[in-house]
């Protein structure tokens, strides 16, 4: 039987593999926008201690390898903490969210400290509070600098969330190798999973390009602040 | 038996087993790394339309797929094809692709970053074009790539946990073997956590040194410093 064959009969098993893969990806991803963002905010904005205690928190996130991460929580922390059912799938996303939100953050805070001071203190000058300030003239600019970066996070995102296999999720890698060792087919299949994961990645940077182009803001360019 | 002889007299023996291979793999890798690199991002850049093209495309492929499929491929999928090597040497070669494919991103942002006229100026005083390409631009651009190819040495750090998975007992595999063994998870990979910290910052002092040392008065241009 040849490779083609043998990938149209587990055409659906890859399917489901792809989808919990992008269904990582993506929770993963707003999970990071949701904590990076505040996070960003609590780094510029508010007092020393919690500075420190996010300054801390990314340093972690940012030195371990996704695979310890991974076994840390998986292995660790859950079931330590009495929430050892959870499934692997819950504990994956949320340790790539945990890990992507500490370098979302500096994305997302080296893009507010690129607005100048002034316009903080204009703001205020016209009777806006500090949390209206940054929520109507600091952030809608900073998320449009931003995003250019934060693309970038979605293509390592991706290729992140093939660790996952280590705990045993069953994303696309993880698919791909069950069905290596059901049908004793090595390299096509393993290289028909890099295509998919190369055109994943593209397809996916293709679209937030695309939406980059959507809010930009004529005359307002990343390098025109 | 208590934590202290756990992390003491278990753990952290072993675990320096394990980081001997960690640096094994990345003393291994790094080097040809940056080599692979600067050939991509010349290749890229000085090559004609073909080798230029094929370099964008390796940078593409390698880039596209994630690394643990990489060494599955080199580990798993090769002997299909005739070519056996050993876990070590498949996790190193696999480290070498994928460091070399970042590493020429910045190579490439430092060579453009080189005004074109250097290159016209030094083919004028008669060096050949590769005379140029070594003893005018590189030595500019590998400055200026320094932050973006420190990143990439501590991604390398960090990525050669991944050896693991493909039955290369490095530290990350070490600190899991003990784990297993005594059902102690947290305080292992918490102390394995540790260890990559310390190899990661000693890194990011290494380099921030490296950068002063190599700087030439007058020609820096206000680089970031790396980031982890």
Not at chain 1, 2 to 9: F, M, N, P, Q, R
Not at chain 2, 95 to 124: H, P, T, V, W
């Amino acid at each position: 039987m040849d490779a083609l064959s043998i990938l149209i009969d587990w055409s659906s098993y890859i399917a489901t593999g792809i989808a919990t893969t992008l269904g990582l990806v993506l929770i993963a991803l707003g999970l990071g926008v949701l904590l990076g963002l505040p996070m960003a905010l609590g780094q510029v904005y508010s007092s020393r201690p919690v500075r420190w205690a996010i300054g801390i928190y990314v340093w972690f996130f940012r030195g371990l390898p996704i695979l310890v991460l991974l076994f840390l929580f998986w292995f660790g922390i859950f079931p330590g903490i009495g929430l050892g059912n959870v499934p692997a799938f819950v504990v994956g996303a949320i340790v790539l969210g945990l890990r992507g939100a500490a370098y979302q953050s500096q994305i997302f805070r080296g893009a507010i400290q690129s607005i100048s001071e002034g316009q903080m203190i204009a703001a205020r000058s016209l009777g806006m509070s500090r949390f209206t300030a940054i929520k109507s003239v600091i952030l809608p600019q900073a998320v449009r600098i931003a995003l250019p970066g934060w693309s970038n996070e979605y293509p390592n995102m991706l290729t992140d969330s093939a660790v996952c296999y280590a705990i045993g999720i069953t994303e696309l890698l993880t698919v791909t190798s069950r069905i290596v060792t059901q049908t004793y087919l090595t390299m096509p299949i393993f290289l028909a999973a890099a295509g998919i994961f190369i055109l994943l990645n593209y397809g996916g940077l293709k679209i937030l390009h695309a939406l980059e182009r959507k809010i930009e803001i004529p005359g307002f360019g990343s390098g025109a602040v | 038996m208590d934590q202290f002889t756990f992390i003491f007299d278990i753990l952290l023996p072993a675990l320096m087993q394990g980081l001997v291979i960690t640096l094994q793999l990345i003393v291994c890798s790094a080097p040809f790394g940056l080599v692979l690199g600067i050939g991509v991002a010349a290749g890229r850049q000085y090559g004609g339309p073909i080798l230029s093209r094929i370099c964008k495309m390796f940078v593409l492929l390698i880039k596209g797929t994630p690394l643990l499929l990489l060494l599955f491929i080199l580990y798993f999928g090769l002997p299909s094809i005739g070519i056996t090597l050993t876990a070590f040497t498949a996790a190193v070669i696999g480290f070498i692709l994928c460091n070399g494919a970042y590493n020429s991103e910045y190579i490439r942002g430092a060579l453009l970053s080189i005004k074109d006229g250097q290159m016209i100026a030094a083919q004028a005083l008669g060096m050949t074009r590769a005379q140029a390409i070594r003893n005018v631009i590189l030595p500019q651009a590998l400055r200026r790539a320094i932050p973006g190819l420190s990143n990439e040495f501590i991604y390398l750090i960090k990525y050669s946990s991944l050896a693991y998975m493909i039955t290369v007992v490095e530290l990350s595999g070490a600190g899991k073997n003990v784990a297993t063994k005594y059902f102690i998870y947290t305080e292992t990979f918490m102390v394995v956590g540790i260890v990559y910290l310390v190899l990661v910052t000693i890194t990011t002092v290494a380099v921030s040194i490296l950068e002063k040392h190599v700087s030439v008065p007058g020609t820096s241009r206000s680089t970031s410093a790396a980031q982890m």
